[in-house]
């Protein structure tokens, strides 16, 4: 059959990019070799919080009494939390083959390959080979957790996130390697089960591409629950032989040995570009990704790649912008070239984690003159009568111009406050803009407001 775009990989890039091409008017066709909704919705994103919500609901029954309420007898069903995360991808993948009938898209289940001419080979689970060719091919493969050769995965000691939220009985103990998002976020909810757990961590700080105080206010709060950190310190290797884990660890004081029941390992992910086709294409490859140039295309014509094989952050909302920007531009539609210096992230631990722009540490190394604002929820009156007084926004301004340079947020639900720093910044808003920008009493979100005052020696609650 014959397509306007063929689509291979269904992820949060692929399926909205798909949905966008259509409502545009393209013929179009999904190529999935797994469940429509990709790693994000199956085993990432969506399936990790509600585990997370499990785990927060749970830290509130043990800590019932401090809201003036009495509860007894409580526990937890560990496969009935799991069971529910499950249940709440399947739920979405539905939802996702909703959306693919709603707008005709066309889903071809199989591994998907590029091949010369702008054609593509589907081969399903039968090995049987299918060709298919469309004017527009759109690689969206996502990636997968990433193994070092020191540290195996063998998906039972040594496992990786997906194996991390399926487990059939809860570990007594867990090392977890590597303390970016997904590593602090499964440290989270293994430890507020019951898990013992310590997060090994080779930079300075955990969640290091963090602004500094935010990494050191995470340590704390990870050190209040009960986890173990070690910082400059790396895993040299495993000795899975014995009932569990044998972790040999590297610190600055020399090398110790860990035990366990897992390893988890959540140092970084790698691209899925082997085998589909990129070498006999001739699409050049640079350190494990795609090139494409401000509107995704390839160095071939007809050829394009989002998300996760790109150079871009590996987040689902920058794959599903980079796929809408893609098939616009194809479209003829007016759009702009994707900012990636106003993308937000976020860590949905507890505390949360979001932040946006640059750090302190990297607004300096460019040279500006700052004006840093900090305010603690400890200070909020929300955040105390919601018993979350953790953490805290900070704000970075140009002294020079009041350009809102950067925000940086850790605490209760501030990943749902991060939108206000991008969509400012997004407009070009200044500091005193802000200030004048009334915001909502109590609310978590003031936060914003006052730490911006405090940039600018004006804050009220300080």
């Known amino acids: 059959m014959k397509y306007d775009i063929i689509i291979i990989g269904s992820g949060p890039g692929g399926y909205v990019t798909a949905i966008r091409a259509s409502q545009l008017g393209f013929k179009v066709a999904v190529v999935e070799k797994e469940n429509l909704g990709g790693i994000c919705l199956n085993w990432g994103c969506i399936p990790t919080k509600a585990l997370l919500k499990s785990a927060q609901v749970y830290d509130y029954l043990k800590h019932v009494d401090e809201y003036g309420l009495k509860a007894e007898a409580i526990d937890k069903d560990f ?22 009938k709603k707008n005709k898209i066309d889903i071809i289940n199989g591994f998907g390959k590029v091949k010369p001419g ?50 059939s009985t809860q570990p007594k103990s867990m090392i977890v390697v590597g303390s970016g998002a997904i590593g602090v976020e499964f440290a989270h909810f293994y430890n507020s089960m019951g898990t013992d757990v310590t997060v090994v961590e080779f930079m300075p700080n955990i969640v290091p591409v963090e602004d500094k105080d935010v990494s050191k206010q995470m340590e704390r709060s990870f050190k209040k629950a009960g986890i173990k950190v070690m910082t ?40 899925n570009i082997e085998n589909i086709g990129l ?19 390839t160095n071939i014509p007809g050829y394009y790649a989002i998300g996760d094989v790109t150079p871009g952050p590996a987040l689902a909302h920058v794959a599903s912008a980079e796929g809408i920007t893609c098939v616009e531009k194809m479209a003829g539609v007016h759009t702009e070239a994707i900012d990636y210096g106003n993308i937000p992230g976020c860590t949905y631990a507890t505390p949360e984690i979001a932040s946006v722009g640059l750090t302190e540490e990297k607004a300096k190394e460019a040279g500006y003159e700052l004006k840093v604002g900090k305010f603690p929820f400890s200070a909020s009156g929300k955040a105390k009568a919601a018993g979350t007084p953790d953490g805290f926004v900070k704000v970075i301004f140009d002294a020079k111009y009041g350009e809102w340079l950067g925000c940086h947020m850790i605490g209760a639900g501030v990943t749902d406050m991060i939108a206000e720093a991008v969509l400012g910044r997004k ?7 802000v200030l004048k920008a009334i915001h909502p009493h109590p609310t978590m979100s003031e936060a914003v407001m006052e730490a911006v005052a405090d940039a600018y020696d004006e804050v009220i609650h300080l």
């Open 279 to 297: 070498e006999d294409v001739g699409i050049i490859t640079d350190r494990d990704k795609i090139l494409v140039n401000d509107w995704y295309q």
């Open 232 to 271: 400059n310190s790396s895993v040299e290797s495993v000795d899975t032989s014995g009932d569990g884990v044998k972790a040999t660890v590297k610190t600055k004081k020399g090398e110790e040995v860990l035990e366990a029941d897992i390893v988890l390992s959540a140092v970084g992910i790698k691209t």
């Open 427 to 433: 407009l070009e808003t200044t500091g005193h803009e």
């Open 118 to 167: 702008k054609k593509v080979d589907v081969t399903d689970t039968d090995g049987k080979v299918i060709e298919y060719s469309a004017d527009n091919i759109i690689i969206a493969t996502g990636a997968r957790s990433r193994q070092l050769p020191n540290l195996p995965q063998d998906g039972k000691k040594v496992i990786g996130y997906r194996e991390a939220m399926s487990l």
């Open 79 to 100: 496969d009935a939390v799991i069971k529910r995360s499950r249940g709440v991808a399947e739920g979405m993948s539905k939802g996702v083959q909703f959306l693919m």
